[in-house]
């Protein structure tokens, strides 16, 4: 098995041509106007590196038509109806990371740069996930007829927030999601904030390192694509676990990438294959996405899943909770203007004591920070942020 560090530091043997150094790949993505542009016959996308070293990944002239004749060989009936009639309600609309060289927002640009026609097809309108709450919210109300959104999950969530405030005036018929994990209570509370979304919320996932690593059926199971992927579920050791338990980690092999190749590559996320076969009759596997072992949070021999943490407040627009070393925390708040900053810090300080002595937590020190909630460089928000050292993976 192969991990991204190890990787990156053989990069330039790892490469299958001779023309593309690690040094000419960091001098073209230091420049955000080349973004979408490819070098010579190769397009280069960064990773945000949320646990750590940024990867640069290279993708062949032919992955674009393998990304689109995957996309048209497993869209049902059903589904490009859907896609056709979301087009002809409205806009659709990006949210994603404006400040790098990230393949939500460069693979678009290079569809445009390369195919313009095809590009029109699946055009969108791009809004930076990084700027202020109020800003993102007014800008998405001054766009007429929003009828498709492509996120995270974790932008989601502040949409969420801002429709049930009635900040958020649009109506869009359609979520798409990526790059997180989305939670049933997530997808549950959007439905019923959102009740215009007559299409509902796709959740696709995938990588920088396999764009289309898998698809999701009209049944809602994801498949993977498995005759240009393999997707390994195994234990701490690496060895295979059955059906039906989840992972400690997956093994991606990319079959679409012969510049780059990703061989048993540890993803680092927690996934469960289903037993059963899926009712909409496809031969590829399905299964389930758990999450991601970058983002346990971890003290001794205590796990605790960022998704125990309850990090809303009425006077805060964003709260993250850092571990800043294995028994520290910090809260940081993004107040809403005018509330009362002692009260909101004590009360989510308070919340989170809470539940590390619901886990027999006792010795833990969590105090309020001056300095406001960050997003990854990719334009992802995480409420909780693991101390890095303590999650060693080279998750992306």
């Not at 589904?79 to 087009?87: E, H, M, Y």
């Not at 001054?142 to 927030?161: D, F």
């Not at 999701?216 to 390994?232: M, Q």
Request: proline share 5%; with cysteine; aromatic share 8%.
């Amino acid at each position: 098995m192969t991990r991204k560090p190890d990787l990156m530091r053989e990069f330039d043997d790892w490469l299958t041509i001779r023309s593309l150094t690690l040094d000419r790949a960091h001098e073209h993505v230091r420049d955000i106007r080349n973004v979408g542009v490819p070098i010579d016959d190769v397009a280069v996308f960064q990773t945000s590196g949320t646990s750590g070293e940024p990867a640069v990944i290279v993708l062949p002239s032919s992955f674009l038509e393998y990304a689109y004749g995957i996309l048209m060989a497993r869209f049902d009936r059903r589904q490009w109806k859907l896609i056709r009639d979301v087009r002809q309600l409205g806009v659709k609309v990006t949210i994603t990371g404006g400040n790098g060289h990230f393949a939500g927002i460069g693979f678009n640009k290079l569809v445009q740069r390369l195919y313009p026609r095809l590009a029109r097809g699946f055009g969108a309108t791009f809004i930076e996930a990084e700027q202020p709450i109020d800003r993102l919210v007014d800008k998405l109300n001054a766009i007429a007829n929003v009828a498709w959104i492509t996120t995270y999950p974790s932008m989601l969530s502040i949409l969420v927030r801002e429709k049930e405030a009635g900040r958020l005036q649009i109506a869009p018929a359609l979520f798409s999601m990526g790059g997180e994990t989305l939670t049933d209570d997530l997808r549950e509370r959007a439905l019923r904030a959102f009740p215009s979304l007559k299409y509902g919320i796709i959740d696709a996932y995938g990588c920088t390192e396999c764009l289309v690593l898998s698809f999701e059926c009209s049944h809602g199971r994801k498949h993977v694509n498995e005759d240009w992927v393999i997707l390994e579920a195994v234990d701490a050791a690496m060895q295979p676990v059955p059906d039906g338990t989840l992972s400690e980690t997956v093994l991606l092999t990319v079959l679409a990438n012969e510049v780059q190749p990703f061989i048993r590559y540890d993803l680092g996320d927690c996934v469960r294959f289903y037993k059963d076969p899926c009712p909409c009759g496809s031969p590829f596997r399905s299964f389930q996405v758990e999450g991601r072992q970058a983002t346990l949070v971890r003290v001794g021999e205590v796990t605790l899943s960022p998704l125990v943490f309850d990090l809303e407040h009425e006077n805060a627009q964003r709260i993250q909770l850092v571990q800043t070393s294995e028994r520290e925390f910090e809260v940081r708040i993004d107040l809403v203007e005018g509330a009362t900053e002692g009260s909101v810090y004590h009360e989510v300080i308070a919340s989170v004591q809470r539940v590390f002595r619901d886990n027999g937590l006792e010795d833990i020190t969590v105090r309020e920070s001056a300095v406001l909630p960050e997003f990854t460089a990719s334009g992802k928000f995480h409420e909780v942020v693991p101390l890095r050292s303590a999650n060693a993976r080279n998750t992306t």
